[in-house]
């Protein structure tokens, strides 16, 4: 089966700073990776995707980048904000759309 | 749109009890729903599929006759946690992916549901 792989555990990072989440996977069947944002207690949340077919994905302060012949994909937040403390989870998918998690990465902004 | 709901919320049972969660979606039909769980500051763990009037299919490790699964139409799954023990306690989470039947909206991604905290004492 898949597995995923997720760096670091823990990100402190002073309000303004860019972050950076790294993950891998084992399936190179996977072709779906979103990353979702978890606060405390609530649901996880999508805040972006990218298909296999595309290297590079952006949406305002937050891109992700995908090297399918490593298979690894990587979040990487600019600007950050103490809004943006959470956790995040990187997810990749199969055809059947199960998704395999990553183990989570808890960011936290300092103002 | 593409809300997900699950009810309860949370919910505290008696070990040996059994404890149904159920799983909607609201303004969309899935035919394949998720169920995943979160031990507390871990990763969601894919635990089956729920495939609507079909069997689920299970994750390695996971016992069938343990977590029920039945997808009776295309907006309900129902997990039932059967003889329910403390190590059973967790945070259950379902997802669901909008594939358009309704909606003319096909998402690859999946929309989680709020979650339901299980505790048995």
């Known amino acids: 089966g898949e597995n995923v792989e997720q760096h670091p555990s823990t990100l402190s990072v002073q309000e303004g700073d860019s972050a950076v989440i790294k993950c891998t996977y084992s399936?190179?069947?996977?072709?779906?990776f979103p990353w979702y944002k978890q606060e405390l207690g609530k649901r996880p949340q999508l805040i972006i995707d990218i298909r296999s077919n595309v290297g590079e994905k952006k949406d305002q302060r937050i891109a992700v980048t995908l090297n399918k012949t490593a298979k690894h994909f990587s979040l990487h937040i600019t600007e950050t904000q103490p809004e943006d403390s959470a956790v995040y989870f990187c997810a990749a998918g199969d055809n059947f759309n199960k998704f395999y998690f990553g183990s989570g990465t808890k960011l936290n902004v300092k103002p | 749109g593409a809300v997900v709901s699950q009810h309860p919320s949370w919910v505290i049972c008696k070990s040996g009890t059994s404890v149904k969660i159920e799983c909607r979606s609201l303004d969309f039909q899935a035919t394949t729903m998720f169920w995943y769980r979160q031990f507390p500051k871990q990763s969601l763990m894919l635990m089956a599929t729920s495939n609507e009037g079909s069997k689920a299919t299970y994750e390695q490790g996971v016992e069938k006759d343990k977590f029920l699964i039945n997808h009776a139409s295309l907006t309900l799954s129902t997990l039932t946690v059967t003889s329910a023990h403390p190590e059973d306690s967790s945070f259950y989470i379902c997802s669901a992916r909008d594939v358009g039947l309704a909606s003319g909206r096909v998402s690859d991604t999946q929309y989680f549901g709020p979650g339901t905290r299980l505790t048995v004492l």
């Open positions: 399936d190179s069947a996977s072709n779906y």
